[in-house]
């Protein structure tokens, strides 16, 4: 849900990449990524080709479960800023390819003449914000010593990647090179290698409508390869939004009562106290309510990139204080 774009990746580049293995395979030679055909005979299109569909379903199987476990970007950022980081990505990893490739024949004297196939340099370079931004929470441990998290999966999956195929290190690593360049705030790659708005406008009349999922109404089960944490989260988020939907639903029964606006510094008491464990003794009375929060540009700007208002991500942000996701949450359901 709130993800079209990754569903989109995941099913036609899968798709295209199972036809091609049991039923085309007489096409796949216009899908390898030939470095000699790129250089020698100028086959420019060979980037494209070769750097989008997968010729191997092991790594078809690997990238396409990294991107569906990487689509939180795309509902924390928006279906634009994602799609603009892949693009950026991909021209970036495009490039550091190329130079790569002659640093090693520089440096050890090994010709590469072809690369693995695939959406492969995009997908490492996912693992930048991964890193960063994604906090890391312990679930369990093994024989005292190794720590179990909840992003130990994903690096799991991508180590098995790495290992798949004898060159795709070196898509691995202009992989996390662009993620890197494109998440810097000092090159502003990001400013230069995006995604037009109007181009976002026409793909989500045209195909968000064909990709986009439901929004499930009731907490479904969770699969047998999730993590107690995961089970957790969804219960958390769950809840955070029947408080949130009890509290509009009172508070618009009191405006109908009185006249006037919501008062959104009063919309989240529950939720700013949830980690103390003494949130009851901490109703605030209306004499009480504390100054408005700071609110930071950064996710202000985050939340217009989804479509919202600027006065609406104020706001938002304000009563959830400063919590990105909840306040995300709470506009999706407005």
Excluded at 4 to 32: E, M
Excluded at 164 to 181: D, P, T, V
Excluded at 247 to 263: C, E, K
């Amino acid at each position: 849900d709130k993800a079209p774009l990754s569903k989109s990746l995941l099913l036609v580049l899968s798709a295209i990449s199972i036809l091609l293995t049991l039923l085309f395979q007489h096409y796949q030679k216009f899908f390898a990524y030939n470095l000699q055909a790129i250089k020698e005979d100028f086959q420019i299109w060979r980037l494209v080709c070769g750097r989008t569909i997968c010729l191997d379903l092991k790594d078809t199987f690997c990238s396409s479960l990294l991107i569906y476990n990487f689509r939180i970007f795309e509902r924390r950022y928006g279906s634009r800023k994602f799609s603009s980081f892949l693009l950026g990505a991909w021209m970036l990893s495009a490039l550091f390819d190329l130079l790569l490739v002659e640093i090693t024949q520089y440096i050890f004297g090994i010709t590469i003449n072809s690369l693995p196939s695939g959406f492969l340099g995009p997908v490492f370079a996912l693992f930048v914000p991964f890193y960063s931004s994604i906090p890391r929470v312990q679930v369990t441990q093994v024989l005292g010593h190794f720590s179990i998290t909840n992003k130990s999966l994903v690096y799991i999956l991508g180590l098995q990647l790495l290992t798949s195929g004898s060159y795709i290190w070196i898509l691995a690593l202009s992989g996390l090179i662009s993620g890197i360049c494109y998440n810097s705030s000092i090159l502003k790659v990001h400013r230069i290698l995006c995604v037009p708005r109007w181009v976002a406008k026409l793909f989500s009349w045209t195909l968000e409508p064909v990709f986009s999922s439901a929004e499930p109404t009731n907490e479904v089960r969770v699969g047998m390869g999730a993590t107690v944490d995961i089970q957790r989260q969804q219960r958390m988020e769950l809840l955070d939004r029947q408080i949130m939907m009890s509290q509009v639903a009172q508070m618009r029964r009191q405006r109908q009562q009185q006249g006037g606006m919501i008062n959104w510094n009063r919309l989240f008491p529950p939720l700013r106290h949830r980690h103390n464990a003494n949130y009851q003794d901490h109703r605030l009375s209306e004499q009480g309510i504390p100054p408005p929060t700071e609110v930071s540009e950064e996710q202000v700007a985050r939340l217009m990139e989804m479509g919202f208002s600027r006065g609406d991500a104020l706001e938002a942000l304000r009563a959830s204080n400063n919590d990105l996701n909840v306040a995300t949450n709470f506009l999706l359901q407005h």
